[in-house]
């Protein structure tokens, strides 16, 4: 056949290709919406579904690593994180977007969604002040990697919160730091993490819910106490020397 | 920041996609031929008419590949740079917006749906889902880099719990609206409210902001409120959309402590703060006119210019008011009213009487390329439109944009202004007009009519009356006139066409010749005396009786009925029923075909084609499932977009008459139906074999709610 007949037959079988091709494209199957960092790390507020629920107060967090997680800023508790894709926003931003929710993809980790500080209960101050019990965020600002560093106030303390990717991915940092005064300081405690079963396997490091994903703490800059409420354990710090509390989150 | 759009893992290969472009611009050629712009001519006009292109342009803005202008948001720095808030939570910077090649920059991403931004001492403030942020960028590099919580509330995730604004107030502090959730359908929606509901508190309030983040509600009976502004002096206004209590939408003045109508909001009027102590049971259940019902709630707050539905828009959304007369100094200090349904503009100008605003609302500019939601002045005087359909469809070709209109400073031939007096109407022209028109008393035609406060979604229009003119006095410059009137009625509004009146330069007809006036208060004093120098007394003719509920044929369909095409054949079917049978023909042994038709979001029948054979008897279901009005017509081949059309044309009728137009290319109809609900009606498939259309004739939905009925054998 000649070369010029080919390259018609070859154009006019795409062209049927694509007519057949062109009814599906406007109607159930619509073309999902991804979000992945490629040239540099992302930051988006969304609504997440958590236990069934939808959270309203979420900020998904992505790294050009690939490694992301979720964090919902009404009570500083980091309750996703995952490694690959980063988020389907397909149902935020098509059409009405009625769902309205992030999608994490690839498998993520559901991490507890308790509030993440608390007051510690060896406090001698009469807990009447509300207020200074409950969390305010308060914002966040963008570091020079586009990542972001979270503003909390809580029990009079000025709290930042930044978490990111370890050098060797095997997951994520977090450093909490803690500006106020002294009694306030010493009488916050944070929840690093809440499971059914919390194990410490070695010497700085705790495996949750059977090795579903550990934490990582240096215990001689940190004091760190695992407790048992009602059958649920829990892993708990309280802001060292420095006034700060750093772990991490391995999966 | 890298989006990627898979289609089923398919990857198209460079001769694909030449097919592909060759493919779509046969596909899209009807689709953009369709959706010029178009006149909304009521009647054969013997003058000249202008156009509304003569003298404000709408120019297209560049804009890079890499950035998808849903607007969300628009200010204007004092350099003259734009900056822009998009839908996926962007914020770009435009530099040099009005040239040929505006240069964006992305400064800040993330957001998440910011619906309004302002500018206030170097720093950017928006309303997000659930909070509102501060932004600023604190190292100069032109990226925001610190976004400071000023306030957030509690949120049910509903997607319509939008926020639009902030605006900043004379007093210094920022005002935003709450938008209502959606109520859902079957067992979970809320029977009293409708389809639009409270799911958090203060949902369906404005509320009030200081600058170190203390919320106060402000005011409430919201439902679907996209725009908010400030006048020059600072007050505020709000727009509200048609829809569930909301007869038809409109702008207003808000002041604190004002109830809008809708229900819903009053689940929050006992939280601690609430300047509201309506409750429930004053809402009444006897669908009153709403100007009745205002006399009869304490508190309930009469709008101060209500926009007739789908006239004038569907969906009334952001608005700003013109303090520099930049689209012409008769305009100044009017207000710009953009619609997302309709792609347009309106324009209402406002006066206090009895202490409140009142005013009325023209056609100003048609024709633009999306559904229009924010707009903000350029420092060149242009306007820039920000659109987004944000998922309902517009009459615009495209799913979001970003425009400007600009005037080329010549007059056009307009009402100025319409000003109530005691006992009629002044209007004000911007140009002098003919005089023997001006002083024509068959050149105005005035009726007015209410809608009514209730449940269901939107309002027939009701009670329509004809005022008559008494008398008429021109001015001596011939730019305005004095019009005593009889049969004025408090709270109504009022309908005014000035066909006929011609300019005296250049012998044309008004730019847009009717307004609706919304005479919420006749004011008191200062009756025109028929003693007047120059007046001209209307003889009483017994022909022009005051018609009583009887709504008038709308000019145009007179028009089409005498169609002198002697080639259009009448379509034959072989027993002649109604166009509307809602029961089971009694000669029927049988249904030949049953057919339902269900409704998918984004404004589209689930059926986009079905077959049928001549004569077949057809028994269709039309289930409207989605939380808009819709009918379904059956039309002839070809003639969708004729009957689309003369349906937006229908004026005050349309909605009583379910957006039918009176025309025998509709061959079958259901009427007009609430959201949630469902009509059947019986029909003999036509004769003629060929392509045959269904269309919603709602105004402005043909354009994409519409398919196709093949009658073969």
Not at chain 2, 86 to 105: A, C, M, Q, Y
Not at chain 2, 676 to 700: H, R, V
């Amino acid at each position: 056949m000649k070369l010029k007949n080919k390259k018609i037959i070859e154009i006019g079988i795409c062209m049927l290709y694509l007519l057949i091709l062109f009814p599906k494209i406007g109607s159930s199957q619509s073309p999902s919406l991804i979000l992945n960092p490629s040239e540099k790390n992302l930051v988006q507020r969304c609504f997440i579904e958590y236990d069934g629920k939808k959270r309203t107060e979420c900020v998904a967090v992505g790294d050009i690593s690939g490694i992301h997680y979720a964090i919902d800023i009404s009570n500083g508790s980091i309750i996703n994180v995952w490694r690959g894709g980063f988020i389907d926003v397909t149902t935020m931003w098509t059409d009405r977007g009625e769902l309205q929710l992030a999608i994490p993809l690839g498998k993520k980790i559901i991490l507890s969604d308790i509030p993440t500080f608390s007051l510690s209960k060896a406090s001698n101050q009469p807990s009447s002040n509300s207020a200074q019990d409950k969390l305010s965020f308060k914002g966040y600002s963008l570091n020079s990697e586009n990542r972001p560093i979270f503003q909390y106030r809580f029990n009079n303390c000025e709290i930042t919160d930044k978490t990111e990717p370890g050098k060797d991915y095997k997951g994520l940092n977090r450093e909490l730091k803690f500006n106020g005064p002294i009694e306030s300081v010493s009488n916050t405690t944070a929840v690093l993490a809440e499971a059914t079963k919390i194990e410490k396997i070695n010497k700085n490091l705790y495996a949750i819910n059977n090795q579903e994903y550990y934490i990582l703490i240096d215990e001689k800059k940190h004091k760190v106490t695992l407790q048992n409420n009602q059958g649920k354990e829990s892993l708990i710090s309280i802001p060292n020397k420095g006034n700060s509390i750093q772990y991490s989150i391995l999966w | 920041m890298k989006i990627e759009i898979t289609f089923n893992q398919i990857t198209l290969k460079s001769y694909f996609l030449t097919a592909l472009i060759f493919t779509c611009s046969i596909l899209l050629f009807p689709i953009v031929t369709f959706s010029q712009t178009h006149q909304h001519n009521n009647t054969i006009k013997t003058t000249n008419q202008p156009k509304e292109e003569d003298y404000y342009q709408i120019i297209d803005v560049p804009i890079p590949k890499n950035v998808l202008p849903e607007v969300g948001g628009l200010v204007n720095l004092t350099d003259g740079n734009l900056v822009m808030a998009t839908r996926r939570g962007e914020v770009w910077l435009i530099e040099n917006p009005s040239s040929n090649d505006p240069n964006f920059k992305l400064i800040a991403s993330g957001l998440h749906e910011p619906l309004g931004m302002v500018n206030k001492n170097n720093s950017l403030f928006l309303a997000q889902r659930s909070e509102i942020t501060k932004l600023t960028d604190t190292n100069s590099d032109q990226k925001i880099d610190h976004f400071e919580r000023i306030v957030s509330w509690p949120l049910s995730g509903n997607y319509c719990e939008y926020n639009h604004g902030p605006v900043i107030g004379q007093d210094g502090n920022f005002y935003f609206n709450m938008n209502l959730g959606d109520n859902g359908m079957g067992a979970g929606a809320e029977e009293f409210y409708g389809e639009m509901g409270s799911h958090a508190d203060w949902r369906g309030w404005m509320m009030k902001v200081t600058p170190d983040g203390k919320m106060t509600p402000y005011a409430a009976g919201l439902r679907s409120p996209a725009g908010i502004g400030v006048n020059e002096i600072g007050e505020i206004f709000y727009t509200e959309n048609q829809g569930g209590w909301v007869g038809t939408g409109f702008i207003s003045h808000v002041e604190e402590g004002d109830f809008f109508g809708h229900p819903s909001s009053l689940k929050s009027a006992k939280l601690p703060g609430s300047p509201i102590s309506i409750t429930e049971k004053d809402i009444p259940r006897n669908e009153p006119l709403f100007h009745e019902a205002v006399k009869q709630i304490q508190g309930l707050t009469m709008p101060s210019v209500r926009i007739p539905h789908g006239i004038l828009g569907i969906s009334t959304s952001g608005f700003i008011v013109d303090k520099e007369g930049a689209m012409g100094p008769f305009f100044k200090n009017q207000f710009f009213v953009g619609d997302e349904g309709h792609a347009k503009i309106m324009r209402v100008s406002m006066e206090k009487i009895n202490g409140k605003y009142q005013g009325a609302v023209y056609p100003f500019r048609d024709g633009f390329e999306s559904g229009i939601l924010r707009m903000e002045f350029g420092k060149d005087n242009s306007i820039f439109v920000g659109m987004s359909d944000r998922g309902w469809h517009s009459t615009g070709k495209k799913r979001e944009g970003l425009q400007r209109l600009v005037w080329n400073n010549i007059t056009p031939f307009e009402i100025q202004t319409i000003n109530a007096k005691a006992d009629g109407f002044e209007i004000h022209f911007t140009k002098p007009v003919d005089f023997k028109s001006l002083i024509n008393e068959n050149n105005y035609q005035i009726k007015s009519f209410d809608y009514l406060y209730h449940q269901k979604y939107g309002s027939d229009v009701m009670d329509l009356k004809d005022c008559r003119i008494i008398a008429i006095l021109p001015s001596i410059d011939q730019k305005s006139v004095r019009l005593k009137v009889e049969g004025l009625r408090e709270g109504y509004i009022h309908e005014l066409k000035l066909e006929g009146i011609i300019d005296k330069e250049k012998n044309e007809s008004l730019l847009h010749d009717f307004a609706f006036y919304s005479l919420n208060s006749i004011p008191s004093g200062d009756p025109l005396s028929l003693e007047s120098q120059n007046i001209v007394i209307v003889k009483n003719n017994d022909e022009k009786e005051l018609l009583k509920n009887t709504p008038q044929e709308p000019k145009s369909n007179k028009e089409i009925e005498t169609s002198k095409d002697p080639k259009e054949k009448q379509v034959k079917t072989t027993e002649t029923l109604e166009k509307r049978m809602n029961k089971l023909p009694k000669s029927w042994k049988k249904v030949d075909k049953t057919i339902i038709i269900g409704t998918k979001p984004g404004m589209k029948y689930d059926i986009e084609s079905f077959n049928l054979k001549p004569n077949e008897k057809v028994k269709l279901t039309f289930k409207n499932f989605d939380d808009m009005q819709h009918n379904l017509l059956i039309v002839s081949p070809g003639s969708g977009n004729e009957i689309g059309e003369l349906a937006m044309k229908m004026g005050l009728n349309g909605p009583k008459m379910n957006y039918i137009p009176k025309n025998k290319k509709v061959l079958f109809h259901t009427n007009l139906l609430q959201p949630k609900s469902e009509e059947t009606i019986y029909f003999i498939a036509p004769e003629q074999i060929g392509k045959y259309e269904f269309i919603c004739t709602y105004p402005g939905h043909y354009f994409i709610m519409r398919g196709i009925i093949n009658i073969k054998n």
